[in-house]
């Protein structure tokens, strides 16, 4: 009977969340685990958060450790500063990444410095959790993606976890470290469903995660988009090009290595993203590539984005302005010998 328990418990399947279950699973654990943790935010307590990531939270952790906020983002991820410089560890839900402009004064110049500033002797373990992303018809100023302008910031740890997994571990992570975290969502994720491993499984910053193993090319792509990856490459499998799509998972501190030791087996890249083309992540990927894996390469890493020009309402209009598989698919065929692309 013993050997047959464990048996069974080892041969359990992983349970399958979707992404928001799994950010929420992961606070609760963490709430549980540190009562320093507490929730601040727009409508995160009775509504359960604008898109329900916090719901049920309230009712088991209480008013002293989930709190609804005024819409002003300044001051909230203010008061969400100064409480992680007196020893707890806030996490400020921001509705999205389009109002954390409000909010870019204090998370730049007072959340990212104030570690430098005090030379070490103070830190703001504060995570700001917000979601970016087009797709569902708000219009050019609920549309936009900003992780470009944060994971500029030195002092700032950005990430964007793609799956549900990550979207959980990497909240653990966020939570146990000392660092000001920019905890990036996107829209079009909270739905996707996928396996969390259970128990106290914490997922690494700085460590890109191998999504697809291929040896023609590599595709370099973080949060929704790796999805588009992942559909260009089964693709191009059907044409017999076997693609490896790197999901980068953490924008600061960034894993270049992983992304040098693709390129020199598969000597291409393309990367995808949801930011406009000009000065974004992509363009950040491409000169790392070129500048540490240059003798690797056999064609120009390419990079494909968001139409530059602000994000239509209409939904015909928005998709086309969107990255799809269909344009990784074609960019990775303009990189490839021609008898490779015919085959």
């Not at 409508?43 to 002003?72: M, N, S, W």
């Not at 939570?175 to 469903?193: A, D, M, Q, S, W």
């Not at 588009?228 to 693609?243: H, R």
């Amino acid at each position: 009977m013993y050997f047959a328990r464990i048996v069974t418990t080892m041969v359990s399947p992983v349970p399958d969340l979707t992404y928001r279950e799994a950010l929420r699973q992961g606070l609760r654990e963490e709430m549980i685990r540190d009562d320093k943790i507490f929730v601040m935010g727009q409508d995160v307590a009775g509504f359960g958060g604008a898109y329900k990531v916090t719901e049920g939270l309230f009712e088991e952790f209480g008013a002293r450790r989930i709190k609804d906020t005024p819409i002003a983002e300044e001051g909230v991820v203010g008061a969400g500063i100064g409480a992680a410089m007196v020893g707890l560890r806030p996490v400020v839900e921001i509705m999205t990444i389009n109002f954390a402009l409000v909010a870019i004064d204090q998370i730049i110049n007072n959340a990212a410095k104030v570690s430098y500033m005090f030379g070490g002797q103070d830190c703001v373990p504060i995570v700001v959790r917000t979601p970016q992303g087009a797709g569902q018809q708000l219009g050019s100023q609920h549309s936009q993606n900003f992780d470009n302008y944060f994971a500029y910031i030195p002092g700032l740890d950005v990430v964007s976890p793609a799956t549900p997994a990550d979207a959980k571990g990497m909240l653990k992570t966020a939570l146990r470290g000392n660092n000001p975290v920019l905890f990036i969502e996107n829209l079009g994720l909270y739905n996707t469903v996928g396996p969390v491993p259970e128990g106290d499984v914490l997922v690494p910053f700085g460590k890109a995660r191998i999504a697809r193993e291929g040896k023609d090319v590599t595709i370099v792509a973080h949060s929704r988009v790796v999805l588009i990856a992942m559909e260009a490459a089964s693709l191009l499998a059907k044409e017999g090009i076997d693609t490896e799509v790197i999901d980068l998972r953490s924008l600061r501190p960034l894993d270049v290595d992983t992304l040098v030791t693709s390129v020199s087996k598969t000597n291409r890249a393309v990367v995808v993203g949801e930011n406009w083309r000009m000065y974004g992540v992509g363009a950040e990927i491409a000169a790392a590539i070129q500048e540490h894996a240059f003798d690797y390469l056999d064609a120009p890493v390419l990079r494909i984005g968001s139409a530059d020009a602000p994000m239509p309402y209409s939904k015909v209009l928005e998709q086309a302005a969107l990255p799809h598989a269909n344009n990784v698919v074609d960019a990775v065929k303009s990189i490839l010998p021609k008898r490779r692309a015919t085959s």
